[in-house]
């Protein structure tokens, strides 16, 4: 008998929400790696490095102590009074203990955050290019995405006469991500001093910062994040951090933030309607990354540093590419308007990033993400979270490729 049901339909609030380019770009790459090419993927947003013997140990040694139940809704106990006192010493901000909220991952942080605050037609400004992530959170959370392009003259970064103008009565929140995915640009006090003069007039809306780089910066510059830089936005800043870029703990799935007593029981309330609490071995291991021995990152982010030098070195000396020097992350944006209208070697035209991009892959081997999927064309994102080994045997790789255009 001849099923008769009706085709599946998505909830209308997903449907113009694809896939991650870079998942989408990973897969490809994976592809060609099962047919036995040797291609080197630049596109990862996770470093290369293992989580530290000291973390792993305390997630063992939590399964072994048997603490392995539920835990309270949004953190436990003492892993909240780790964070705080992280926000005390590294950041100079007090939060209580129910100001501060545990997720899986800072990517639920930033869900439960618009889930819980947005009604249809709230505005969120996200500068670009920027995390794709945040605007599709947005939209599912029933909120509208301002993008603002933010030019590499400007350092990719947003200037307080484009924040005053993308405001509205609508505009709910902005999202600030220092330093930045996937541009590795990061705000200075300087350079937030203007923009929070602006939301200090326009006391409607509301600031998150994504801090999630923040020990991953380069020699002098010195982080910093909003709500210790202007106590008066305390009460309508949301201070989103997490354990996966610094200690090298992507998988373990643990995201943390600081902020209004009110927003974070708003949080905890659609927390509780999805995951409930956070992996309680995660906790435990977060808990040992934020309250062990912090040498570790320091010498990883030189080693970081490294990579960058030579990364950015290799791209400028490229003909038809240049590339900023970032201040922070793992990742440079490089531009390569200097390779669009040319021709490849099979004929076909590189009219836009993502051409150029997929004749990287598919001509050398390499692996890399187009800033269109950031929303700032024609730029690429490259992940230099890999040994040095397969930077330089990329970079080379580019190099050639770039050569081979007409």
């Known amino acids: 008998m001849q099923d008769t049901a009706a085709p599946f339909h998505p909830a209308t609030r997903i449907s113009s929400i694809g896939v991650s380019t870079i998942l989408q770009i990973t897969g490809m ?16 947003g996770e470093p290369d490095f293992d989580t530290p013997d000291h973390i792993k140990e305390a997630a063992i ?3 072994r102590a048997g603490e392995t139940k539920y835990t309270a809704l949004d953190g436990t106990p003492q892993l909240k009074q780790a964070i705080r006192d992280k ?13 501060i909220t545990v997720s899986t991952g800072a990517k639920q942080v930033l869900y439960n955050a618009m889930m819980a605050t947005l009604n249809p037609g ?5 500068p670009t290019p920027y995390w794709v992530s945040y605007s599709d959170i947005v939209e599912i959370a029933g909120g509208t995405p301002v993008l603002i392009p933010c030019a590499e003259a400007d350092g990719f970064r947003l200037t307080a006469a484009a924040l005053e103008a993308a405001i509205t009565p609508k505009t709910r929140w902005v999202m600030l991500n220092s330093p930045s995915n996937p541009s590795g640009a990061a705000y200075s006090a300087a350079d937030y001093r203007p923009l929070l003069d602006v939301l200090l007039r326009h006391r409607h809306v509301w ?9 991953i910066v380069y020699g002098d510059f010195a982080f910093v994040t909003p709500a210790a830089l202007e106590p ?55 808990l040992a990354a934020l309250t062990g021995p912090q040498g570790i990152v320091a010498e990883r982010c030189a080693d970081f540093q490294t990579r960058r030098d030579y990364v950015v070195g290799a791209l ?7 590339c900023r020097m970032p201040e922070g992350a793992f990742y440079t944006f490089a531009s390569c308007a200097g390779a669009i209208g040319k021709t490849a070697p099979d004929g076909s035209v590189i009219a836009t990033d993502a051409d150029f991009a997929r004749y990287l892959l598919t001509a050398r081997d390499v692996a890399v993400v187009p800033g269109s999927a950031f929303g700032l064309a024609p730029y690429f994102r490259i ?24």
């Open 232 to 286: 008066t936005l305390r009460d309508r800043v949301l201070t989103v951090n997490g354990v996966s870029k610094a200690y090298a703990m992507t998988g373990w799935r643990i995201g943390y933030a600081g902020g209004p007593r009110a927003l974070i029981q708003a949080m905890a309330v659609v927390q509780s309607q999805s995951t409930s609490c956070p992996s309680s071995v995660s906790q435990a291991a977060a």
């Open 29 to 44: 790459a994976n592809a060609l790696k099962r047919q036995g090419r040797d291609v080197i993927v630049l596109g990862a």
């Open 87 to 99: 926000f005390r010493t590294d950041n100079g901000l007090d939060f209580a203990l129910d100001e």
């Open 207 to 215: 600031l998150m910062v994504d801090d999630m780089y923040e020990k």
């Open 61 to 63: 040694a939590a399964i």
């Open 316 to 322: 400028n000396a490229i003909p038809g590419l240049s």
């Open 383 to 406: 992940s230099y979270a890999t040994s040095m080994a397969e930077l330089q045997r990329a970079c080379t790789r580019i190099a050639e490729a770039c050569a081979a255009l007409r």
């Open 122 to 126: 709230d505005e969120v400004i996200i």
